[in-house]
């Protein structure tokens, strides 16, 4: 005697007038819900080789970018595409002599200045601090000058040549000349700024 409920199983079995094909049969799930039943349908192999692909491959992605220090972001790689167009165009600034307009345009070009300041850091920030405030050498900033007056080509000479007795090294001897343009632009850049540091030495002179 039944009690009016169906055995899902049932519904796979092949009754006397079913025109479905067995094949069809044999892909239905087991279970039933309000009348709705499921195929046991499997995803394609190229989606499957595609999911996995992909997910392999943000495994090699993160590794590479966020955890070896190797990769580098599309921001990074613009910064350094720029910086090499800033470095084809200061190259351009040796067809002049030194004088205070052609190390004035470096000075005048704020992304040159950016390079500039880090070049700063690496090279002169040991002995003039970070901010060329002064530590063993003198305050960049304030308006005494020991050698020279101030001016960007007597900032270039002392850069180039150094000032031995002082311990200062003549860096046109270690940086390429674009880069010594570079410095002496950037620390007329610091003229006048008076940060507090070291005390004044040498020759004031006025602005």
């Not at 999911?51 to 190797?70: E, K, M, P, R």
């Not at 972001?73 to 090499?84: G, I, L």
């Not at 200061?90 to 307009?101: D, G, I, M, R, T």
């Not at 001897?173 to 850049?189: C, D, H, M, N, Y």
Request: charge should be negative; glycine fraction near 12%.
């Amino acid at each position: 005697m039944s009690d009016g409920a169906s055995d899902p199983h049932e519904a796979t079995q092949p009754v006397a007038g079913d025109t479905q094909p067995q094949a069809e049969h044999d892909q239905l799930l087991d279970h039933e819900y309000d009348g709705i039943r499921e195929y046991d349908n499997p995803l394609p192999l190229w989606w499957k080789a595609i999911f996995w692909g992909s997910f392999v491959f943000s495994i090699g992605y993160f590794f590479h970018y966020h955890l070896s220090g190797n990769g580098q972001s599309v921001a990074a790689a613009y910064e350094a595409e720029m910086r090499e167009a800033r470095e084809v165009e200061a190259k351009a600034n040796l067809a002049q002599p030194v004088s205070e307009e052609s190390l004035g345009k470096l000075m005048a070009d704020a992304g040159l200045m950016t390079d500039a300041k880090a070049l700063f850091g690496q090279k002169c920030a040991a002995c003039h601090g970070d901010k060329a405030q002064g530590l063993i050498g003198p305050n960049l900033t304030d308006n005494a000058w020991i050698h020279g007056t101030g001016t960007l080509k007597d900032i270039f000479g002392v850069i180039n040549e150094g000032v031995l007795a002082k311990g200062m090294p003549a860096w046109g001897r270690q940086l390429s000349p674009i880069e010594v343009r570079k410095l002496a632009a950037f620390i007329g850049t610091q003229r006048g700024k008076a940060i507090p540091g070291k005390p004044p030495e040498g020759t004031v002179v006025a602005p």
